[in-house]
């Protein structure tokens, strides 16, 4: 009679062999370890071999070891890509999801690369722009879950951090020093008039270096050491450097991240991408 492995134990070896101790796989998998150390002696007794070479309180791959952990991933992804595809037919479609151009990063992509293996019958369509022209997009039902960057956040919306707002400018540049203040925005940035209402307080004076719709227009400028901007301290694009120093320019207060979710769709999908964007950009 053929003879099935426990993919349960074989899981527990193969995180085991991953992580390289029985206490971090036991973490990994929420389990005691007591229990992933039995499913070890389990597995090597049901293939009537040693798995590891235990010696100084150090867990090494024995040659059989070596030669399952290869079978053992290949069976636990196939396992997991079975379970994802079956678990996911109920979940398709399209969600639409609007996210500032300015923290799309680090967190977007794996985002999107997590919902696609838990729900590949999922479309996730990304819009990338200014929390002004997605609010607008929202309003009308074009987004199902939106993040936006704003003072006053609407009273459907859920705050989920407060990031601090800080002048950027080339790294060891020194157009903040210059007057005229030249300013790099465009012309739709939120940030924009909280520069301006702070440098009009501060009596500095200041004109515009850019305009229009071009983000990368006024990154270049800024980078080239033309002009200064704004931005959140946690999403500093490549080429810029915050202004710091004795004779730093006047504060700019902070702004809220905030989650919108419409009503249009309802499902475990949009649930997950939901949390993980909790977990990604809360405080």
């Known amino acids: 009679m053929p003879r099935n492995l426990d993919l349960a134990s074989l899981r527990s070896f193969v995180t085991v062999a991953d992580v390289g101790g029985v206490t971090r796989a036991a973490g990994y998998l929420n389990l005691t370890q007591s229990a992933v150390s039995m499913q070890i002696k389990r597995l090597e007794e049901s293939l009537g071999m040693t798995l590891f070479l235990r010696a100084a309180r150090k867990l090494a791959l024995s040659p059989e070891g070596e030669q399952l952990l290869s079978y053992g991933k290949r069976m636990l992804a196939l396992n997991d890509e079975a379970l994802s595809q079956l678990a996911s037919t109920c979940c398709q479609g399209e969600i639409r999801l609007g996210v500032p151009h300015d923290v799309v990063y680090p967190a977007i992509p794996g ?3 997590r919902m696609a293996q838990a729900y590949p019958r999922v479309r996730i369509n990304l819009v990338s722009s200014f929390t002004i022209l997605m609010k607008q997009d929202y309003a009308r039902g074009a987004l199902d879950v939106m993040l936006t960057t704003e003072d006053a ?24 020093q210059r007057r005229p203040l030249r300013l790099g925005f465009k012309d739709t940035c939120i940030f924009r008039p909280r520069a301006q209402a702070a440098l009009e ?45 004795e004779n730093q320019l006047p504060p700019v207060g902070d702004m809220k991240l905030a989650l919108y979710r419409g009503s249009r769709r309802s ?9 993980e964007l909790r977990c990604a950009y809360g405080s």
Request: glycine share 12%; aromatic share 4%; no cysteine.
């Open 111 to 113: 985002i999107l690369r």
């Open 153 to 176: 956040p609407d009273s459907g919306a859920e705050v989920l951090s407060t990031r601090q707002l800080v002048w950027v400018g080339a790294p060891d540049g020194n157009a903040w």
């Open 201 to 245: 307080a501060a009596g500095i004076p200041w004109e515009m270096a850019t305009g229009g719709e071009s983000e990368q227009a006024v990154e270049a400028t800024v980078a080239a050491d033309l002009a200064v901007s704004v931005r959140m301290a946690s999403s500093i694009p490549e080429g810029m450097g915050v202004i710091g120093g």
């Open 267 to 275: 499902d475990e999908a949009l649930d997950l991408l939901v949390s």
